[in-house]
């Protein structure tokens, strides 16, 4: 049951990592080109134009994925009382791919977000004649980073729902913190007595 829940968590980040990666292309492609833009006197026209949906769709699946795998994975940096704790490699991996994952996802937001934001349909005076437009590779940039971001938060997700597994992937000894319950006990002479209700007298057959 929980292999079927983490392999449903880690489609469901990568699912969200692509689905923004790919949206995030998609926007790069559509973007307003400097040949779209109308100038008329001071003032600069911008056409309605699909890279200001795709990318604010682009953002909210990347958003939804950093969401998923934080929730699923849970506390790492400060929590002891887990049922299965991490060993101290585990750790320091899973907080630098939770910190990196937490730092590609911001400038993948921002990337997307900004540029979306940028290709709205509109109109302002511009400056000495000039009009801004999103320079290219920002979409492409915010994909790249949204792939990192997955591979990171699945790393992550990984490390901290499956310690055990992990360590014995990576060729560490794994140290059982369950206590024994019960312990079988020790062959003697004496463990094979019988009780008087089991045992049957056997009479040694008289000669005649």
Known sequence: MMHKVRVCVVVTIALFGSVAAVLG???????????????LGDE???????????????AISLLIGQVVANASGGCVC????????????????AVLCLVLSWVT?????????E??????????????DNCYIVKPG?????????????VLSIVYYL?????????????????????????????SDSSFD????????VHQPQAV
Request: aromatic share 8%; hydrophobic share 45%; glycine share 6%.
């Open 78 to 93: 400060c929590c002891t009382n887990r049922a299965e704790p991490l060993s101290d490699p585990h750790k320091t991996i």
């Open 25 to 39: 292309v998609v926007a790069e492609i559509k973007r307003v080109k400097a040949s779209q833009v109308m100038i």
């Open 105 to 113: 996802f911001t400038n993948a937001f921002f990337l997307l977000g």
């Open 115 to 128: 540029g979306a934001s940028r290709n709205s349909q509109r109109q302002y005076e511009g400056w000495e």
């Open 159 to 187: 490390l901290v729902a499956s310690p055990s597994k992990a360590s014995v992937a990576l060729g560490q000894p794994v140290i059982s913190t369950s206590q024994v319950l019960f312990s079988p006990p020790k062959c």
């Open 138 to 150: 920002v979409f492409a940039a915010g994909s790249v980073l949204a792939v990192i971001t997955a």
């Open 44 to 58: 600069c026209y911008y056409p309605s134009n699909p890279a200001l949906a795709l990318g604010l769709l682009a």
């Open 194 to 201: 019988l009780p008087p209700l089991f045992v049957a007298n």
